[in-house]
């Protein structure tokens, strides 16, 4: 052990206790796609969850409008080390969608309009924790961003945060997501730096 200074943590931090380790603050939105943007008219757009029974629950972008919406402030972490503290967002909160949903499963898989999927925990779209999100800083969420919905679960890596979400499978077993099969870590959390497997 060499000597240890309170406070220093040997990474690089701009001052923010709110800043993971291993993270920079960054006033920009940088965007990030591992594909092209896909088109996803609103009248067309629905979002669907589906159990590991094989029942489906549907909503029109209608639908989801109509319920209650939240206007969360959070915090959000890139794997890649970009950080952007106190962003804004409008959308449903996944306890109202999972609200009366009768599973078993322990764990989720959301996929994308355009292939991506993220695998996450069930309880980590509870208790206030994820929304499905339609505006950022008061504007519809533009489409490189997400729009027009994606999920928004602050509290893991944002990769985590689907783009463009059309739905998510309820499952007894954890399947890896895109990101998760290419060696990224499966449960992501910022603050122990789970980037890749075996962190
Ligand atoms: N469908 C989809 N969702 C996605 C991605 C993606 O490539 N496709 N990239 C993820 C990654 S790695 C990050 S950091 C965030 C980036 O969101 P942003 O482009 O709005 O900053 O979206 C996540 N969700
Ligand atoms: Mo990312």
């Avoid at 409008?90 to 609200?99: E, R, T």
């Avoid at 959301?110 to 994820?130: C, E, F, I, K």
């Avoid at 504007?139 to 739905?167: C, I, N, Q, T």
Wanted: with cysteine; net charge negative; charged share 20%.
């Amino acid at each position: 052990m060499g000597i240890v200074t309170p406070g220093f943590q040997g990474r690089p931090r701009s001052g923010a206790p709110n800043l993971p380790p291993g993270q920079y603050l960054t006033p920009d939105f940088p965007v990030l796609s591992a594909g092209p943007t896909p088109k996803v008219p609103r009248e067309t757009w629905e979002f669907v969850i589906s159990t590991e029974t094989g029942m489906e629950y549907r909503w029109s972008w209608d639908e989801m409008m109509a319920l209650p919406q939240e206007t969360p402030t959070v915090d959000i972490h890139c794997v890649t080390r970009w950080s952007k503290l106190g962003t804004t967002w409008q959308g449903v909160s996944l306890d109202a969608l999972l609200d009366g949903i009768d599973t078993a499963a322990d764990y989720a898989l959301a996929h994308s309009y355009g292939d991506y999927s993220t695998n996450l925990p069930l309880d980590d779209l509870r208790d206030g924790q994820a929304w499905l999100v339609h505006t950022y800083d008061g504007d519809d969420l533009p489409a490189e961003h997400g729009g027009p919905a994606r999920l928004l679960v602050p509290h893991l890596y944002f990769w985590k945060s689907a783009k463009w979400v059309r739905g998510i499978r309820l499952m007894v077993e954890d399947n890896p997501g895109f990101w998760e099969t290419a060696g990224y870590h499966d449960y992501g959390d910022p603050w122990r730096e789970q980037r890749y497997q075996g962190d």
